[in-house]
Protein backbone atom coordinates (compact mmCIF):
# COMPACT_ATOMS: atom_id res chain seq x y z
CA UNK A 1 0.00 0.00 0.00
CA UNK A 2 1.36 3.58 -0.98
CA UNK A 3 1.51 5.95 1.18
CA UNK A 4 1.63 9.89 0.87
CA UNK A 5 5.42 11.84 1.49
CA UNK A 6 5.45 13.03 5.06
CA UNK A 7 7.33 15.87 6.16
CA UNK A 8 8.18 17.80 9.39
CA UNK A 9 5.08 20.15 8.85
CA UNK A 10 2.71 17.35 9.60
CA UNK A 11 4.11 17.04 12.75
CA UNK A 12 2.18 20.67 13.83
CA UNK A 13 -0.73 19.58 12.41
CA UNK A 14 -1.39 16.26 14.04
CA UNK A 15 1.03 15.50 16.96
CA UNK A 16 0.68 16.74 20.48
CA UNK A 17 3.32 19.39 21.09
CA UNK A 18 5.01 18.83 23.54
CA UNK A 19 8.29 17.92 21.28
CA UNK A 20 9.78 20.04 19.17
CA UNK A 21 11.51 17.97 16.81
CA UNK A 22 14.38 18.51 14.31
CA UNK A 23 13.58 19.68 10.96
CA UNK A 24 15.22 16.10 8.99
CA UNK A 25 12.86 12.96 9.48
CA UNK A 26 15.72 10.19 9.73
CA UNK A 27 14.26 7.10 7.59
CA UNK A 28 16.88 4.40 7.01
CA UNK A 29 20.17 3.32 9.67
CA UNK A 30 22.85 1.21 9.57
CA UNK A 31 25.60 1.04 12.06
CA UNK A 32 26.45 3.79 13.73
CA UNK A 33 25.13 6.11 9.93
CA UNK A 34 21.68 7.29 9.76
CA UNK A 35 19.92 8.87 6.28
CA UNK A 36 16.80 11.70 5.96
CA UNK A 37 14.47 11.76 3.59
CA UNK A 38 16.53 13.52 1.51
CA UNK A 39 19.25 10.99 1.28
CA UNK A 40 21.62 13.19 3.59
CA UNK A 41 24.07 11.11 5.68
CA UNK A 42 24.44 11.59 9.48
CA UNK A 43 26.85 9.91 12.19
CA UNK A 44 25.17 9.23 15.09
CA UNK A 45 26.46 10.05 18.78
CA UNK A 46 23.08 10.91 20.02
CA UNK A 47 22.11 6.73 19.79
CA UNK A 48 18.37 7.29 20.38
CA UNK A 49 19.63 8.79 23.64
CA UNK A 50 21.51 5.90 25.06
CA UNK A 51 18.88 3.57 23.25
CA UNK A 52 20.31 2.32 20.06
CA UNK A 53 22.66 0.21 21.88
CA UNK A 54 23.98 -1.82 19.07
CA UNK A 55 23.47 0.99 16.32
CA UNK A 56 20.93 0.91 13.78
CA UNK A 57 19.69 -2.33 11.93
CA UNK A 58 22.03 -4.84 14.06
CA UNK A 59 21.97 -8.19 12.01
CA UNK A 60 21.52 -9.92 15.38
CA UNK A 61 18.13 -7.92 16.95
CA UNK A 62 16.87 -7.81 13.35
CA UNK A 63 17.21 -11.59 13.17
CA UNK A 64 16.11 -12.15 16.98
CA UNK A 65 12.82 -9.75 16.24
CA UNK A 66 12.44 -11.77 13.02
CA UNK A 67 12.58 -15.57 14.54
CA UNK A 68 10.43 -14.48 17.28
CA UNK A 69 8.11 -13.00 15.26
CA UNK A 70 7.28 -15.88 13.40
CA UNK A 71 6.56 -17.43 16.74
CA UNK A 72 4.75 -15.54 19.69
CA UNK A 73 3.97 -11.93 19.52
CA UNK A 74 1.93 -11.78 23.02
CA UNK A 75 0.40 -13.54 25.69
CA UNK A 76 -1.54 -11.83 28.71
CA UNK A 77 -0.23 -12.46 31.76
CA UNK A 78 -2.10 -14.96 32.38
CA UNK A 79 0.44 -16.54 31.23
CA UNK A 80 4.20 -16.64 31.01
CA UNK A 81 6.62 -17.59 27.92
CA UNK A 82 10.05 -18.49 27.32
CA UNK A 83 11.85 -15.42 25.90
CA UNK A 84 11.09 -13.44 29.06
CA UNK A 85 11.86 -16.73 31.49
CA UNK A 86 15.37 -17.03 29.61
CA UNK A 87 16.06 -13.51 29.80
CA UNK A 88 15.05 -12.72 33.50
CA UNK A 89 17.28 -15.93 34.37
CA UNK A 90 20.12 -14.15 32.31
CA UNK A 91 19.78 -10.86 33.89
CA UNK A 92 19.73 -12.57 37.49
CA UNK A 93 23.06 -14.81 36.46
CA UNK A 94 25.08 -11.64 35.24
CA UNK A 95 23.64 -9.06 38.12
CA UNK A 96 23.27 -8.90 41.85
CA UNK A 97 19.32 -10.08 40.87
CA UNK A 98 17.35 -12.91 41.86
CA UNK A 99 14.20 -11.84 40.81
CA UNK A 100 12.86 -9.24 37.86
CA UNK A 101 9.71 -7.71 36.89
CA UNK A 102 9.79 -6.74 32.98
CA UNK A 103 7.69 -3.52 32.32
CA UNK A 104 8.11 -1.06 28.85
CA UNK A 105 9.85 2.19 29.44
CA UNK A 106 12.64 3.64 32.21
CA UNK A 107 10.21 5.53 33.66
CA UNK A 108 7.70 2.35 34.46
CA UNK A 109 10.60 0.39 35.75
CA UNK A 110 11.06 3.88 38.48
CA UNK A 111 7.45 3.55 39.25
CA UNK A 112 7.83 -0.11 39.74
CA UNK A 113 11.07 0.28 41.93
CA UNK A 114 9.19 3.20 44.47
CA UNK A 115 6.71 1.11 44.46
CA UNK A 116 8.04 -2.10 45.55
CA UNK A 117 10.21 0.35 48.22
CA UNK A 118 7.19 1.59 49.83
CA UNK A 119 5.13 -1.71 49.83
CA UNK A 120 8.75 -3.66 51.09
CA UNK A 121 8.28 -1.12 54.41
CA UNK A 122 4.79 -1.58 55.02
CA UNK A 123 5.31 -5.44 55.15
CA UNK A 124 7.89 -5.14 57.26
CA UNK A 125 7.80 -1.77 59.37
CA UNK A 126 4.11 0.20 58.74
CA UNK A 127 2.42 2.67 57.43
CA UNK A 128 4.88 5.44 58.66
CA UNK A 129 7.96 4.33 56.77
CA UNK A 130 7.26 5.44 53.29
CA UNK A 131 9.27 8.63 52.22
CA UNK A 132 11.85 8.28 49.31
CA UNK A 133 15.12 10.28 49.31
CA UNK A 134 15.64 11.40 46.04
CA UNK A 135 18.34 13.97 44.60
CA UNK A 136 17.94 17.45 43.09
CA UNK A 137 18.32 17.75 39.52
CA UNK A 138 17.25 14.16 39.19
CA UNK A 139 15.38 12.50 36.27
CA UNK A 140 13.00 9.19 36.98
CA UNK A 141 10.69 9.40 34.71
CA UNK A 142 7.38 11.79 33.66
CA UNK A 143 4.75 9.80 35.54
CA UNK A 144 3.65 11.75 37.91
CA UNK A 145 5.35 9.80 40.36
CA UNK A 146 8.67 9.34 38.96
CA UNK A 147 8.91 13.20 38.03
CA UNK A 148 7.37 13.84 41.70
CA UNK A 149 11.03 11.96 42.62
CA UNK A 150 12.76 13.65 40.60
CA UNK A 151 14.52 16.61 41.13
CA UNK A 152 13.65 18.82 38.73
CA UNK A 153 10.66 21.43 39.21
CA UNK A 154 9.80 22.29 36.09
CA UNK A 155 8.51 18.63 34.81
CA UNK A 156 6.33 19.05 37.53
CA UNK A 157 5.04 22.41 37.34
CA UNK A 158 1.25 22.67 36.31
CA UNK A 159 1.02 19.13 37.35
CA UNK A 160 0.61 19.71 40.79
CA UNK A 161 -0.58 18.43 43.77
CA UNK A 162 2.14 15.85 43.68
CA UNK A 163 1.99 12.69 45.79
CA UNK A 164 3.48 13.32 49.04
CA UNK A 165 6.07 11.79 51.05
CA UNK A 166 9.01 12.52 48.45
CA UNK A 167 11.83 14.27 49.69
CA UNK A 168 15.21 15.57 47.85
CA UNK A 169 18.69 16.05 49.28
CA UNK A 170 21.74 17.67 47.04
CA UNK A 171 23.63 15.02 44.66
CA UNK A 172 27.36 13.78 45.93
CA UNK A 173 26.33 15.53 49.43
CA UNK A 174 25.88 12.79 52.09
CA UNK A 175 25.37 15.43 54.75
CA UNK A 176 22.61 16.59 52.93
CA UNK A 177 21.12 13.14 53.21
CA UNK A 178 21.90 12.63 56.86
CA UNK A 179 19.69 15.17 57.85
CA UNK A 180 16.44 13.41 55.85
CA UNK A 181 16.96 9.96 56.39
CA UNK A 182 14.91 8.52 59.11
CA UNK A 183 15.20 5.10 60.73
CA UNK A 184 10.84 5.58 61.18
CA UNK A 185 10.09 7.13 58.05
CA UNK A 186 12.83 6.93 55.02
CA UNK A 187 11.73 3.81 52.95
CA UNK A 188 14.23 4.06 49.98
CA UNK A 189 16.55 6.34 48.97
CA UNK A 190 16.87 6.31 45.07
CA UNK A 191 20.12 7.81 43.12
CA UNK A 192 21.26 7.31 39.61
CA UNK A 193 25.02 6.42 39.48
CA UNK A 194 25.40 9.21 36.92
CA UNK A 195 22.95 12.04 36.62
CA UNK A 196 22.14 12.24 32.86
CA UNK A 197 19.51 14.77 31.94
CA UNK A 198 21.01 17.32 34.10
CA UNK A 199 24.74 17.23 32.84
CA UNK A 200 25.92 13.78 32.80
CA UNK A 201 27.26 14.33 36.42
CA UNK A 202 28.74 11.12 38.57
CA UNK A 203 28.26 10.48 41.30
CA UNK A 204 31.41 9.62 44.00
CA UNK A 205 32.88 6.51 45.05
CA UNK A 206 32.43 7.83 48.78
CA UNK A 207 29.15 9.25 47.99
CA UNK A 208 27.32 5.87 46.72
CA UNK A 209 29.25 4.09 49.35
CA UNK A 210 27.78 6.21 51.92
CA UNK A 211 24.00 6.35 50.87
CA UNK A 212 24.13 1.95 50.34
CA UNK A 213 25.25 2.50 54.45
CA UNK A 214 22.72 4.95 55.41
CA UNK A 215 20.35 2.72 53.80
CA UNK A 216 21.48 -0.06 56.46
CA UNK A 217 21.63 2.03 59.18
CA UNK A 218 18.25 3.22 58.62
CA UNK A 219 16.69 -0.06 57.51
CA UNK A 220 16.01 1.67 53.70
CA UNK A 221 16.63 0.41 50.46
CA UNK A 222 18.81 1.87 48.27
CA UNK A 223 17.65 1.89 44.76
CA UNK A 224 19.86 2.70 41.47
CA UNK A 225 18.39 4.23 38.36
CA UNK A 226 20.15 2.67 35.86
CA UNK A 227 17.58 3.75 32.76
CA UNK A 228 20.73 5.46 31.28
CA UNK A 229 23.77 3.68 32.77
CA UNK A 230 22.69 0.29 32.28
CA UNK A 231 23.36 -2.51 29.45
CA UNK A 232 27.25 -1.58 29.24
CA UNK A 233 26.97 2.18 28.81
CA UNK A 234 29.80 2.79 31.21
CA UNK A 235 31.65 -0.07 30.35
CA UNK A 236 30.52 -2.33 32.57
CA UNK A 237 27.26 -4.17 32.29
CA UNK A 238 25.48 -1.80 35.18
CA UNK A 239 27.61 0.97 36.89
CA UNK A 240 26.94 -0.59 40.26
CA UNK A 241 29.53 -2.80 39.24
CA UNK A 242 31.99 -0.25 38.18
CA UNK A 243 31.63 1.13 41.72
CA UNK A 244 31.37 -1.77 43.45
CA UNK A 245 27.96 -0.45 45.35
CA UNK A 246 25.35 -2.73 45.10
CA UNK A 247 21.81 -1.76 45.25
CA UNK A 248 18.20 -3.58 46.71
CA UNK A 249 16.74 -2.35 43.59
CA UNK A 250 18.03 -1.91 40.10
CA UNK A 251 15.89 -0.24 36.97
CA UNK A 252 17.35 -0.27 33.65
CA UNK A 253 15.55 0.35 30.00
CA UNK A 254 17.25 2.43 27.27
CA UNK A 255 19.37 0.29 25.78
CA UNK A 256 18.25 -3.04 27.39
CA UNK A 257 16.54 -3.43 23.89
CA UNK A 258 18.67 -2.00 21.60
CA UNK A 259 15.98 0.14 20.28
CA UNK A 260 12.76 -1.78 20.67
CA UNK A 261 10.87 -0.52 23.93
CA UNK A 262 11.38 -3.09 26.96
CA UNK A 263 12.21 -2.30 30.28
CA UNK A 264 13.09 -4.42 33.87
CA UNK A 265 12.85 -4.31 37.49
CA UNK A 266 16.16 -6.19 39.35
CA UNK A 267 15.69 -6.87 42.61
CA UNK A 268 16.09 -9.76 45.24
CA UNK A 269 13.98 -12.41 46.27
CA UNK A 270 13.32 -10.73 49.82
CA UNK A 271 12.44 -7.54 48.66
CA UNK A 272 10.05 -8.71 45.52
CA UNK A 273 8.23 -11.19 47.94
CA UNK A 274 6.41 -7.86 48.68
CA UNK A 275 4.76 -7.78 44.98
CA UNK A 276 2.41 -10.80 45.51
CA UNK A 277 0.01 -11.42 43.06
CA UNK A 278 -2.11 -8.44 41.78
CA UNK A 279 -0.27 -5.49 43.53
CA UNK A 280 1.57 -4.31 40.49
CA UNK A 281 1.29 -5.18 36.96
CA UNK A 282 1.71 -4.57 33.12
CA UNK A 283 -0.26 -5.33 29.88
CA UNK A 284 2.57 -5.63 27.71
CA UNK A 285 5.74 -5.71 30.74
CA UNK A 286 7.20 -9.24 29.47
CA UNK A 287 6.18 -9.08 25.89
CA UNK A 288 8.00 -11.99 23.74
CA UNK A 289 9.12 -10.08 20.88
CA UNK A 290 10.76 -7.18 23.28
CA UNK A 291 12.40 -9.74 25.66
CA UNK A 292 13.72 -12.02 22.35
CA UNK A 293 14.95 -8.50 21.57
CA UNK A 294 16.94 -7.93 24.83
CA UNK A 295 18.39 -11.24 25.05
CA UNK A 296 20.14 -10.72 21.70
CA UNK A 297 21.34 -7.32 23.52
CA UNK A 298 22.22 -8.51 26.26
CA UNK A 299 24.08 -11.68 25.41
CA UNK A 300 26.11 -9.41 22.98
CA UNK A 301 27.17 -6.71 25.36
CA UNK A 302 27.93 -8.62 28.20
CA UNK A 303 30.40 -10.15 26.22
CA UNK A 304 34.09 -8.80 27.76
CA UNK A 305 35.49 -8.07 24.98
CA UNK A 306 32.30 -5.62 24.14
CA UNK A 307 33.36 -4.06 27.27
CA UNK A 308 36.68 -2.94 26.93
CA UNK A 309 35.44 -1.88 23.35
CA UNK A 310 33.41 0.44 25.01
CA UNK A 311 36.55 1.77 27.15
CA UNK A 312 38.73 2.19 24.21
CA UNK A 313 35.86 3.82 22.73
CA UNK A 314 35.00 6.14 25.04
CA UNK A 315 39.28 7.51 25.69
CA UNK A 316 38.95 8.21 21.66
CA UNK A 317 35.97 9.80 21.87
CA UNK A 318 36.59 11.64 24.96
CA UNK A 319 40.12 13.13 24.24
CA UNK A 320 39.07 13.62 20.63
CA UNK A 321 36.33 16.22 22.06
CA UNK A 322 38.54 17.64 24.74
CA UNK A 323 40.77 18.47 21.73
CA UNK A 324 38.41 20.53 19.85
CA UNK A 325 37.16 21.65 22.79
CA UNK A 326 40.49 23.13 23.79
CA UNK A 327 41.46 24.30 20.34
CA UNK A 328 38.25 26.15 20.06
CA UNK A 329 37.18 27.30 24.04
CA UNK A 330 34.40 25.87 23.86
CA UNK A 331 34.32 23.21 26.59
CA UNK A 332 35.90 23.30 30.31
CA UNK A 333 35.88 19.03 30.56
CA UNK A 334 34.54 16.12 29.53
CA UNK A 335 33.25 13.86 32.17
CA UNK A 336 31.01 10.88 31.96
CA UNK A 337 31.86 7.06 32.11
CA UNK A 338 32.22 4.80 29.11
CA UNK A 339 29.91 5.94 26.35
CA UNK A 340 28.20 8.56 28.40
CA UNK A 341 29.30 11.32 28.06
CA UNK A 342 29.39 15.41 28.89
CA UNK A 343 31.05 18.04 27.31
CA UNK A 344 30.63 21.29 29.66
CA UNK A 345 30.58 24.50 28.15
CA UNK A 346 32.83 27.07 28.96
CA UNK A 347 31.54 30.20 30.64
CA UNK A 348 31.34 32.17 27.43
CA UNK A 349 29.00 29.34 25.94
CA UNK A 350 26.93 28.84 28.98
CA UNK A 351 23.18 28.45 27.74
CA UNK A 352 24.26 27.37 24.49
CA UNK A 353 24.34 23.75 24.01
CA UNK A 354 21.27 23.72 21.45
CA UNK A 355 23.60 25.40 18.50
CA UNK A 356 26.19 22.60 18.93
CA UNK A 357 23.77 20.34 18.47
CA UNK A 358 21.88 21.99 15.21
CA UNK A 359 25.37 23.08 13.75
CA UNK A 360 26.53 19.46 14.35
CA UNK A 361 23.24 18.51 12.06
CA UNK A 362 24.36 20.99 9.34
CA UNK A 363 27.57 19.07 9.05
CA UNK A 364 26.10 15.39 9.33
CA UNK A 365 26.59 14.86 13.14
CA UNK A 366 24.03 14.22 15.52
CA UNK A 367 24.78 15.18 18.96
CA UNK A 368 22.48 15.59 22.02
CA UNK A 369 22.31 17.50 24.96
CA UNK A 370 21.79 17.81 28.73
CA UNK A 371 20.59 20.76 30.11
CA UNK A 372 21.77 23.92 28.51
CA UNK A 373 24.99 23.81 29.23
CA UNK A 374 26.50 20.62 27.90
CA UNK A 375 26.77 18.91 24.89
CA UNK A 376 25.93 14.94 25.64
CA UNK A 377 27.46 11.57 23.42
CA UNK A 378 25.62 8.25 23.78
CA UNK A 379 26.53 6.33 20.76
CA UNK A 380 26.41 2.96 19.81
CA UNK A 381 28.63 0.77 22.16
CA UNK A 382 29.80 -0.72 19.19
CA UNK A 383 30.83 2.68 16.87
CA UNK A 384 33.99 1.92 14.78
CA UNK A 385 37.41 4.34 15.41
CA UNK A 386 36.79 5.45 11.75
CA UNK A 387 32.97 6.42 12.56
CA UNK A 388 34.20 8.05 15.94
CA UNK A 389 36.83 9.87 14.08
CA UNK A 390 34.74 10.88 11.20
CA UNK A 391 32.10 12.46 13.63
CA UNK A 392 35.01 14.33 15.53
CA UNK A 393 35.78 15.91 12.34
CA UNK A 394 32.18 16.71 11.11
CA UNK A 395 31.30 18.16 14.87
CA UNK A 396 34.54 20.51 14.75
CA UNK A 397 33.37 21.67 11.08
CA UNK A 398 30.30 22.57 12.81
CA UNK A 399 32.38 24.26 15.40
CA UNK A 400 34.08 26.30 13.62
CA UNK A 401 31.13 27.63 11.25
CA UNK A 402 29.25 28.50 14.67
CA UNK A 403 32.17 30.40 15.81
CA UNK A 404 32.17 32.41 12.61
Sequence with gaps: MNREPVSRELFDEVMVPNYAPCNIIPVRGEGSRVWDQEGREFLDLQGGIAVTSLGHAHPGLVSALQEQSEKIWHLSNVMTNEPALRLAKTLCDLTFAERVFFANSGAE???AAFKLARRYAWDHFGPEKHEIISFKNAFHGRTLFTVSVGGQHKYLEGFEPAPGGIKHADFNDLDSVKALISKEKTCAVVVEPIQGESGVLPATQEFLEGLRQLCDENDALLVFDEVQTGVGRTGYLYAY?????TPDILSSAKGLGGGFPVSAMLTTAKVAASLTVGTHGSTYGGNALACAVAQKVIDTVSQPDILKTVQARSERLRHGMMDIGERHGIFSEVRGAGLLLGC??????????????????EEGVMVLVAGAN????????????ADIDEALERFEAAVKKLLA
Design 241 to 245: QMYGV
Design 344 to 361: VLTEKWQGRAKDFLAAGL
Design 109 to 111: ANE
Design 374 to 385: VVRLAPSLIISE
